[in-house]
């Protein structure tokens, strides 16, 4: 069976509505963001404050445009327990740091990172 040509796959994609569908975007340009690091001074269970300081390194593979990049915090079952997001405009190939002072839930343990275009 012959392979689709990327114009007939293109085309069909066009034809079906694709909400947030990263490989749309990539078709007609847009961010291509990705998370390259992430680091934090303490722990989540140790934040003697109340708040933690997050960094995020963001690097943009793709077309300038804004990128939402999301911290999630779990406990340690792997049970979501907050959600923090910022939308920041990350230029064409450049990485971004992006700073998130967070007051976790009691009991959360890890965080994720992630980025996407906005």
Same mark, same amino acid.
């Given at each position: 069976? +012959? #392979?689709?040509? #990327?114009?007939?796959?293109?085309?069909?994609?066009?034809?079906?509505?694709?909400?947030?569908c990263?490989?749309l975007? =990539?078709? /007609?340009?847009? +961010? $291509?963001?990705?998370?390259?690091? /992430? #680091? =934090? !001074? *303490?722990?989540?269970?140790d934040?003697?404050?109340?708040?933690?300081?997050?960094?995020?390194?963001?690097?943009?593979? !793709?077309d /300038?445009g804004?990128?939402?990049?999301?911290? /999630?915090? %779990?406990?340690?079952?792997?049970?979501?327990?907050d959600? %923090?997001?910022?939308?920041?405009?990350? $230029? $064409?190939? *450049? =990485?971004?740091?992006?700073?998130?002072?967070? =007051? +976790?839930?009691?009991?959360?343990? #890890? %965080?994720?990172?992630?980025? $996407?275009?906005?």
């Open positions: 069976m +012959p #392979r689709p040509s #990327r114009r007939s796959v293109c085309a069909a994609l066009a034809l079906v509505p694709l909400a947030g990263s490989a975007e =990539s078709l /007609t340009g847009g +961010p $291509e963001p990705r998370v390259t690091d /992430t #680091r =934090s !001074g *303490q722990s989540l269970g934040a003697l404050t109340g708040s933690v300081e997050i960094q995020v390194l963001v690097a943009n593979e !793709g /300038t804004d990128v939402e990049v999301t911290v /999630t915090t %779990y406990d340690g079952n792997g049970n979501v327990l959600d %923090y997001s910022q939308v920041v405009e990350i $230029e $064409e190939g *450049q =990485s971004r740091r992006v700073d998130f002072n967070v =007051s +976790p839930s009691s009991g959360a343990e #890890r %965080y994720q990172a992630e980025a $996407e275009a906005a």
